[in-house]
């Protein structure tokens, strides 16, 4: 690396509960390319974390070593008091514990609504049909959907498909949630259905960390925002201050040509 | 194109935006389909011309031919030299196999019909005419095959066999929906009990029959076990504790559960194997099986086990497992590489040589189906690794993400969008293997071409250039199945919603 900017660092919480994610000196190639370099960050429990940055800065890579989507090369990732290694039961487990919401939705298209949330809860926690299918119906209430439950993903706007997705993820009662670029493929009216449906899940205390490029909703509900750029975490802070008062001059520049 | 849309809402239901279309009369409709501009009338002339000359053509093929060789040699076209004695052995499997597949058929439409039900979605009716569209080839052929009969019993026997198909479809769709599983293994059993009819219980049929009684066991046992809370994950009520120690180990449960179905499937499958054939009813070898019933023999065959193995070979070369990948790789690459009959005529000349001595050398029907069964996988499995290609990547991501096993992925979420997308190919291939199975001559199997050489070299009728009578008719009947399949094909599609947005 022939940057000097030294990495911030992101592990401080804000104000809420005990660590549930830490990050300490995480790398991560593909091929020669570095896409994280040195990435310190905690996030506490019930904390909402926005990462920002401009396209091809590391954000999604970021989010996807969590669950172990994309394996990290060195350095350490602990989720809920587990280290992420190669036991793939360990990960499975990791991943029964965090949700996570696609840009491209990756609904189930041969699978009705209903069957897209209940499969996970039936098949990984062994929940009885009678049960899993009552709890598709209250978080299809809580994204405010509950009409489309008998419908084929393909018959659902990508607004509704966005909330079938998060309402798949919550059926897992997921300690964390990860959402990665949730609205970037959304039409603009039908953006405001999918930040209303977060903020809620911020408000009941969820655990969230999200990778997006909606200002407002990092600007209302976010506990901290972390700024990504070539891989490096450049700047930290609560959003009234770093929307308004950032240091760093990349962070200056790249709200300079967002805001 | 998107694979998946709509799944279960046939196209043609859903709301169009155009004007209602007026009918046209016979004459607009050629005025505007076959008359709109000189090049096109142009072209239809010269179509008519030709399609009225081979139209005379046949005419006077169909009335001035002799049908004799075909009258007096019906038997030989459809069983081959089945000893004419055993010929009732014939009828009593095929009566079985007509109402056992009516009646699975029935079962699967009710089931479907409660599944439309549930989800919200349009209930089909059921409909006899519907039916007959469906496969009216395969009627029509059976009414002209037995039309050359010198008897009245064949019309007898068919008569019988569609109305034991109607029946079985009745009784079939007013089956519960909740018994449907025991429907369709009752159903398969019936089905495979045709065999033993046929062949007697000390061959492959006796193992099938076995097999299929061991995994209804295993399902049986599972359900009993999912019902009553075990492997639930959901505390199991004390009176419900059949195995002791699911209450020192409650949490391997699930595991005890699995386990138990297993053992209980092995043990009966394995029971009755061993009961028929100590019985040992005896049956007729199969190698004097022969014509149009070894023919749709082979080809069921070969598309039921084949199918499986194909499946489990794409997914064996796509595995990490070195090993693994390597010996499907092995396998698909050697058996699409070389010709059908050279490994028809390795199964016939150098298996028997190869084989151990004490397991004594399966018959020429037994090599011919290993055969066919191994190359047709091989084709299989490259076409549903295209279609394991086809899905994407965030689907595989998505299931994984919610913390599923790699073998829950590929059953659930993979293997289902990857076969749907696949099905015309898989037909084809299929339609293939019908007419590859006209090779099986080459190892002294009589199958359905074959038959007609056979006709043609009898004394009465040799010289006489009656392959121009025989052919033709050979070749309907391959047709009338062919067709039938690819038909019921893009049924198929259409109602999993293949490529339709």
Redesign the interface.
């Known amino acids: 690396m022939s940057d000097t900017v030294v990495n911030a660092d992101a592990t401080e919480i804000l104000g809420k509960g005990d660590t549930i994610i830490s990050l300490r000196g995480v790398d991560k190639f593909f091929g020669d390319f570095q896409a994280l370099s040195n990435i310190n960050m905690s996030v506490g429990e019930q904390e909402v974390v926005v990462v920002i940055g401009p396209s091809g800065s590391g954000k999604s890579t970021l989010i996807r070593c969590i669950?172990r989507?994309e394996r990290h090369d060195r350095g350490s990732i602990v989720v809920d008091g587990v280290e992420l290694s190669d036991d793939i039961r360990a990960i499975?487990?990791i991943?029964?514990e965090?949700?996570?919401v696609?840009q491209?939705f990756?609904?189930?298209?041969?699978l009705?609504v209903m069957d897209n949330i209940t499969?996970?809860p039936r098949?990984?926690?062994?929940?009885?049909k009678a049960e899993a299918e009552a709890t598709a119906m209250e978080l299809l209430e809580r994204v405010k959907i509950p009409d489309q439950v008998?419908k084929?993903p393909?018959?659902l706007s990508g607004g509704q498909q966005q909330r079938v997705?998060i309402a798949?993820?919550l059926a897992?009662k997921p300690k964390v949630m990860l959402f990665d670029e949730p609205t970037s493929a959304l039409d603009p009216e039908m953006i405001k259905e999918v930040l209303d449906t977060m903020k809620d899940l911020a408000t009941e205390g969820m655990t969230m960390i999200c990778v997006t490029h909606e200002m407002g909703f990092a600007r209302e509900v976010a506990d901290r925002v972390v700024f990504m750029a070539d891989g490096e975490i450049v700047e930290v802070g609560p959003p009234e201050h770093f929307f308004t008062n950032p240091t760093e001059e990349r962070t200056k520049l790249f709200l300079s040509q967002i805001l | 194109m998107e694979i998946g849309h709509h799944p279960g809402i046939p196209y043609h239901e859903a709301p169009s935006d155009l004007p209602p279309d007026h009918r046209l009369s016979p004459g607009e409709w050629v005025r505007q389909n076959l008359f709109n501009n000189w090049y096109n009338s142009l072209i239809s002339v010269v179509m008519g011309l030709g399609l009225a000359f081979a139209l005379v053509q046949t005419l006077d093929w169909a009335l001035t031919s002799d049908f004799l060789i075909i009258r007096r040699n019906l038997a030989l076209f459809m069983v081959g030299q089945f000893p004419r004695d055993e010929l009732w052995r014939v009828w009593a499997s095929l009566y079985l196999l007509v109402g056992a597949s009516g009646f699975g058929s029935g079962v699967l439409f009710r089931s479907e019909q409660a599944d439309a039900e549930e989800k919200g979605l349009p209930v089909e009716t059921h409909s006899w005419s519907e039916m007959l569209r469906r496969f009216w080839a395969i009627v029509a052929i059976s009414i002209f095959f037995v039309s050359f009969a010198r008897t009245l019993l064949p019309y007898l026997g068919l008569v019988v066999g569609f109305g034991l198909f109607v029946v079985g479809r009745e009784l079939g769709r007013r089956l519960s929906p909740a018994l449907r599983t025991r429907g369709l293994f009752l159903s398969g059993l019936a089905g495979l009990a045709s065999l033993l009819v046929l062949a007697g219980t000390g061959g492959l049929g006796a193992l099938a029959v076995g097999g299929l009684l061991g995994v209804w066991t295993l399902s049986e046992v599972r359900n009993y076990a999912e019902q009553h809370g075990v492997g639930s994950g959901q505390p199991v009520p004390v009176s419900r504790r059949v195995w002791r120690w699911h209450i020192r180990y409650p949490f391997k449960r699930r595991v005890g559960a699995r386990l138990a179905s297993w053992v209980a499937g092995v043990v009966v499958g394995v029971i009755a194997w061993f009961v028929l054939r100590t019985v040992d009813l005896s049956g007729f070898g199969w190698d004097d099986w022969g014509g149009l019933h070894l023919t749709l023999f082979v080809t069921v065959v070969g598309i039921s086990a084949g199918f499986p193995v194909g499946v489990l070979l794409a997914l064996g070369r796509q595995s990490k497992l070195q090993v693994v990948k390597g010996i499907c790789v092995v396998f698909i690459e050697f058996s699409r590489g070389v010709p059908l009959i050279s490994l028809l005529l390795f199964s016939s000349f150098m298996l028997p040589l190869l084989f151990p001595i004490t397991f004594g050398i399966p018959g020429p029907l037994t090599r011919a189906m290993i055969v066919v069964t191994a190359f047709s996988a091989a084709y299989i499995a490259e076409i549903v690794r295209g279609g394991l290609q086809a899905v994407p990547r965030g689907q595989i991501e998505a299931a994984q993400a919610g913390g599923m096993s790699v073998a829950r992925i590929q059953r659930l979420i993979v293997l289902p969008q990857a076969l749907r997308a696949v099905i015309p190919a898989l037909v084809g291939q299929f339609i293939s293997l019908l007419k590859d199975t006209s090779l099986l001559s080459i190892i002294g199997l009589l199958e359905f071409l074959q038959t007609s050489d056979v006709a043609n070299a009898q004394t009465e009728f040799l010289g006489q250039g009656l392959v121009a009578v025989t052919y033709p008719f050979v070749a309907l009947g391959y047709w009338a199945f062919a067709y039938t399949m690819s038909k019921e094909s893009r049924r198929v599609e259409e109602r999993l919603g293949v490529g339709v947005r």
């Open positions: 669950n989507l499975q487990g991943r029964r965090t949700g996570m696609f491209s990756n609904l189930f298209p041969h009705s499969l996970a098949n990984v926690r062994n929940m009885p008998r084929y393909g018959q997705a798949r993820s897992m």
